[in-house]
C-alpha cells in the first residue's frame, strides 16, 4: 500500500475563522543570461528586475550585483517573422558600469565581489580566450530527443580518457573566457563559449557539479544570429 504524500497547508484567517487548503509549490523559473545591448525580438523582451550583473571592476575584480534591464526599440530595424512590422529591442543595463552579462534567477549566486582573470575585449567585441590547466578539460554530455535535437550541458572535469573523447569531437569549439569564484564556495567556475553552427556562452558553476566535473552549466546566452 503506498504512503500518501501530504502538500503543505497554507491557512487564511477571516476573523476567527480559519479555512486551510493545501497548496502546490510553483516550479522554480528558469535561470536567464543576457548579454547587454543584444537585439530580442518582441515576444522575447524580458522584464525589467530581478538581474544580477556581472561586472568586470579592473583586471583581477569582478562582482555581482543588481541592476535594472530595459528595452529599447531598435529604429530603422523591423522583425518580419509573426507580429511582422515590429520593431526588435535591444536589452540596455541601467547604470554607469556596464555588465558584461546578466544573470537572473541562478541557483547559487548572490551579490558580492570576487577575484578572477578574463572577460578582456578585443576590438571586434570578442573575448580573450584563456588555457586551462593541462589536467583539465571542457566538455559537453548531450541526451537525444525524439522531437529535437539533442540537449547538451557544457561542463569542466579533469582530463581523462572520457572526457578526451567528449571534448576532441570539436575541440576548437570551446574556449574558457573567464575564470573565478562566481559562487563564493572557494572553488573556480567558468564562462567558455562555444562558435560554431549556434554559438553560445555557458556559465559553470562549481557549487552545480556532480562528483565526474570540476564545474558544471547553470546557464546559458545563446548569441542572436539574426542581427
Known amino acids: 500500500m503506498c504512503a500518501m504524500k501530504l502538500r503543505k497547508p497554507w491557512v487564511l484567517r477571516l476573523g476567527g475563522l480559519a479555512l486551510i487548503a493545501a497548496a502546490d509549490a510553483l516550479p522554480p523559473a528558469a535561470p536567464e543570461m543576457l548579454a547587454p545591448e543584444t ?3 518582441p ?3 524580458p522584464s525589467a528586475d530581478g538581474w544580477l550583473g556581472f561586472y568586470r571592476l579592473d583586471n583581477h575584480r569582478f562582482a555581482l550585483r543588481p541592476v535594472t ?3 529599447q526599440a531598435v529604429d530603422g530595424d523591423l522583425y518580419f517573422g509573426e507580429g511582422s512590422g515590429q520593431s526588435l529591442f535591444k536589452i540596455v543595463a541601467k547604470g554607469a558600469i556596464k555588465p558584461a552579462y546578466v544573470l537572473r534567477n541562478v541557483p547559487g549566486l548572490s551579490p558580492h565581489g570576487f ?3 578574463g572577460l578582456t575585449e ?3 567585441g570578442r573575448h580573450s580566450t584563456l588555457s586551462l590547466p593541462s589536467n583539465l578539460a571542457i566538455v559537453d554530455t ?3 530527443r525524439e522531437d529535437g535535437p539533442p ?3 557544457v561542463g569542466v572535469a579533469d582530463r581523462t580518457p572520457m572526457a578526451d573523447d567528449v571534448a576532441s569531437r570539436r575541440p576548437e569549439a570551446y574556449a ?10 572557494g572553488r573556480d567556475d567558468y564562462l567558455i563559449e562555444h562558435h560554431g553552427e549556434l554559438s553560445y556562452t555557458v556559465l559553470c558553476l562549481s557549487s552545480a557539479a556532480g562528483a565526474d566535473r570540476r564545474a558544471q552549466e547553470v546557464s546559458r546566452w545563446r548569441h542572436p544570429d539574426y542581427c
Open 151 to 153: 540537449t547538451c550541458r
Open 176 to 185: 574558457a573566457i573567464w575564470v573565478g569564484d562566481a559562487d563564493g564556495d
Open 39 to 41: 537585439t530580442v525580438h
Open 122 to 124: 578585443h576590438a571586434d
Open 69 to 71: 534591464v530595459e528595452a
Open 142 to 144: 548531450c541526451v537525444s
Open 43 to 45: 515576444a522575447d523582451v
Open 115 to 117: 577575484t578572477g582573470r
